[in-house]
Structures are given as structure tokens and as C-alpha cells.
């Protein structure tokens, strides 16, 4: 879907009628500004023509009403095109951010999981921005040149063929070498886009790391790599200023030539071919054409800055605009009866695989165990849809392939708590609030208690990532909240760990008395698996 099509389909009916308004308007404002130019021109040349001549029959209304009226039409116009451009502009941008936003909950967790570096969030804001500036950036200007250098042409076809013909020739030049100049640009936009991508991204990492860099020394080295990426990006947009400034040097010189050939061909000949007050005012004209052409090179990059966007957004905009109907999703509680299926999951590594058919239904548990690397969290993620199975379609959640389903359909199912969940700078109740935001403080303790963490009052402070918290009680903090969404299965990625024995026996069984009914996943280390205070309906050893 190219940027057009894309801002046209989000866009609503009042967006729409105020993009055509701002065409329209945009195009007879440049069409004023050209003929105040031209008549002007025209105009104080015929005054000096006339004063030497001491021609007295001479009207002066008509000329100088014309000047006026131009000039006040320009002014009005161009003022009229700002407000609305810019009135489609937010109405486009809030419509398109709005469509997108409503893409995102639909889109599979696995790949929502790719987004948290930044990249999501980029798309939302960033490209749906440059998307959203076509009205007021790209359209009107368009139109604009669009319509006056045809104008023009068309009065020096009628005026003079030859003229005319040398004009339209030359214009075709002009927007040749700034489309060609353009295609030069868009690599260099590119690389940029691509170079500040990294930077985002390198800084979100070093900053949730910044404890791991700094107790490695290895601070600068992440610095640096940031600041390497800031330099290319710098260096690809110099290149783009670069390119486009010699864009605008050739158009300006090739505006010359037009002027040139248009003041030739008028006066060319024994005798004048055309009166003097004529030939400025088609000079004029033909400045006029060009003074609009050399800010193409300018809407071009915008333009492109917007396709490349569009491509960027392809991958939300067809969720958002599906071609056709969609087919309806099935409910998650089609088959209550067995919620979810596992069939022959690989996981592990390189040739020793290890494959799990299996019916995970209300109330069972499946103890997942084995040493580091075998294979636990590549098991657990599979089954919440986070990892694409090895083939397509061998995870169920109510019937249909996990990998197809939107995030917020199997998050109304299960629940994956990782070994190193987030934990927001917040509050422990505000952290639990996320799980449950109309939550009371007897709910918030009740999943403390049951998560073994009731003397952990509800307005302590957590810290960035959780850090004014011990492991444990991150962990332990990460299941009280999944506790609150009480979901069908609840899968536990090594919940023991940093736990002593006793308060992770009590951990798990207040797992199972707040959640009786549902069914649980757990992976657990080596010999771990004998502090399960309760009887497992599976346990499942790998590597």
C-alpha cells in the first residue's frame, strides 16, 4: 500500500473533501501569485512605455485593479490553503495513528515480541507522522506546480508556439533532473532512517543494561557504538541536503535558460515580434513556473520520506485495511473442555530434539524440567505464541494455530510469566494494577499472599526494572500480577529460581489455590521439580 492510497483509506470523509479543498485552493493561490508576476511585469513596463511615448489615453485602472486584486486573492488563497492542509494534516495523522494503534491488537504476540525495542513505537509515531504530512507537505505544493507551469505553457503556446514549445521542453528537463535527483536521495534516506533505528535501539538496550555495562566497563563501548549510528545517520542526511541542493543549483539554472529563450524568441526578428510590456510579462510568467519548480526537489524528498514510510507500515495497514472480509477469529472458549494442544512442539537444539503431543485441559499441570539451553523457555514461548512453530499450525489454542491469533486473544487464555519479567518504576500496587486496574487493595493482597510476598506493602517503590527489589521478589511480584488476570493456563518459566525451598513450596501451592480451575505450565531446573507441593498430570524431561 503506497503512502496515497494509505493516507486516502484512513483518512475520513471530512479529511478527504479538506484534501481536495486544499488542492484547489493551493493551485489558483499559485495561479494569483503567477499572474500578479506577470501582470505587474507587464504592467510597469507598459507605464514606461506609455510615459515615453507621452500616450495620456492610456487607461492606468484596469492594469493596477488587476495587481490588487491578484495580490489580495494570492494572499487569501494561500492563507485559506494553510488552514485547511493543516486541518487535514491532524485529522489525517489522528486517523491513521487511531487505525494503526487498533492494527496492533490484532497483530500475533510473537510478533509484537519483535517491537520492544523501540521499533513499534517508531512506526506509531514517526512514520504515521511523515504518512500524515502528505496534506499539508506533498498534495498541495503538487498541485500548485502542477497547475501553474501548465497554465503557463499554455499562454505562450497561444502567445507564441515556438516559446511555448521551448518552455515545455525545458520544464520537462526540470522535473526530470529533480525525479532524478530524488531517486539519488531516497538511499541516502535510507540508510539514515535505518542508522537512527539502530541508535533507538541501542539506547533502549544500554539503558535497561546500564547496571550489567557499568559493572563491565563496557559503558563507552556502548556509547559508541550509539554514537557511530548517530554519525551515519548525520552523514546520510548531509548527503540528502547535499543532493538537493544541487537539485535546486540545476533548476535555477536551467530557469535561466527558459527565461532566456522566452525573452529571445519574443524579440527576435528585424523588428520586435511582440510589444515589449508582453514579452516581460511572459518572462515573468516563466519566472513564476520556475520559482515553484525549484521547490520540487523539497516535496519529492518529502514524498519519499512518506513512501518509505508506507512500506514500513505495510505490515499494520493491511490488518488495518484488510482487502476483503476477515474471517471470524474463533472464541477461546470454543472447547472448554481442553483449552489448549501442544502437537509434537520441537524444542531444544541442534539434532537432539525433543517432541510433546499432548491435551493441556482445566486443572492440568505439566512439570517441564532439564538443564540450561534444553529447551524449557523455547517450550513455554512456543506455546504462548511469542516463537512460530517449527510447523505451522502444530499449536492449537481452541482450535486454531496459535501463530495466527492476535495478541489480546490469547492473552484472554494464558498467561506467561518469564524468568525476568517486567516490573515498571512504580509502586508494587501500581505494577499489579496493570493486571487488574479496578483491582481493590484486600485483590492486591490476596495475589501477594498467594504469590508468598504478603509483607510486601503495597506502596513500595520498585525501581527502574524492578531494581529495589531482590530477584525473588521481582518473580514472585511477576506471578501475583499474573494471578489477578486469572487466566485458563499459566505458564511459569522457572519460578523457583532465587526462591529457598520452603517459600517456593508455598509459592506453588498458593498458585494452585488461587488459581483451582486452571491448567499450569511450569518449567523448572534440574531436581527443582521436587518442590512441586502438588501431583503433576505430566512431567516432561528435556535434553
Known sequence: ?????????????????????????????????????????????????????????WSWMYPSGAVRALALSRT????????????????????????????????????????????LMARLTSD???????????????????????????????????????????????????????RRTRDHQRVAAAARATARTGLLSARAAFSELRCLDAVDVARDQVAQSVARSRRAE????????????????????????????????????????????????????????????????????????????????????????????????AEPARTLVAHRVPVGVGDDRTTWTGWIGPRDVIVVTGPNGSGKTTLLETLAGRIAPAAPGTVLLAGAPVESLPAGVIADTLTLVEAEDWIADATVAENLWQAAPRADDDMLRAALAAAALEQLPLHTPTGPLGSALSQGQRRRLAIARALLRQPAVLLLDEPTTGLDGPTAVRMLTGVRRALPDSALVIALPDRHHELVPFTATHIMRLG
Not at 493516507?7 to 499572474?35: K, M, N, S
Not at 507500515?313 to 476477515?326: S, V
Request: net charge positive.
Open 76 to 119: 487569501g488563497l494561500r492563507y485559506a490553503e494553510r488552514l485547511v492542509s493543516h486541518g487535514a494534516l491532524l485529522g489525517a495523522t489522528v486517523s491513521l495513528r487511531a487505525r494503526m494503534v487498533h492494527a496492533v491488537t490484532t497483530v500475533p504476540a510473537r510478533e509484537l515480541r519483535k517491537g520492544r525495542d523501540g521499533t
Open 128 to 182: 504515521v507522522e511523515a504518512v500524515g504530512g502528505i496534506p499539508a507537505r506533498v498534495v498541495p505544493p503538487l498541485a500548485g506546480i502542477g497547475l501553474t507551469a501548465g497554465a503557463v505553457v499554455t499562454l505562450l503556446l497561444v502567445a507564441s508556439p515556438l516559446a511555448g514549445t521551448a518552455e515545455l521542453v525545458l520544464l520537462a528537463v526540470s522535473v526530470a533532473a529533480a525525479v532524478a535527483a530524488d
Open 238 to 333: 548531509a548527503a540528502v541536503a547535499a543532493a538537493v541542493r544541487r537539485a535546486r543549483l540545476r533548476l535555477r539554472l536551467l530557469a535561466v535558460a527558459g527565461q532566456t529563450a522566452v525573452l529571445l524568441l519574443a524579440l527576435s526578428g528585424p523588428v520586435f515580434t511582440q510589444p515589449a510590456a508582453d514579452a516581460i510579462g511572459e518572462v515573468l510568467l516563466v519566472a513564476a513556473a520556475y520559482e515553484l519548480m525549484e521547490t520540487l526537489p523539497h516535496v519529492l524528498r518529502d514524498h519519499g520520506l512518506a513512501a518509505d514510510a508506507a512500506l514500513r507500515l505495510g505490515y499494520l495497514a493491511n490488518r488495518a485495511f484488510p482487502q476483503g472480509q476477515r474471517t471470524a477469529l474463533p472464541a477461546t472458549t
Open 1 to 57: 500500500m503506497n503512502a496515497f492510497k494509505l493516507l486516502w483509506t484512513a483518512a475520513g470523509r471530512r479529511e478527504r473533501r479538506d484534501l481536495l479543498w486544499a488542492v484547489a485552493l493551493a493551485g489558483t493561490a499559485e495561479l494569483c501569485a503567477a499572474g500578479l508576476l506577470g501582470v505587474s511585469g507587464w504592467f510597469l513596463t507598459s507605464c514606461a512605455v506609455v510615459t515615453a511615448q507621452a500616450n495620456t489615453t
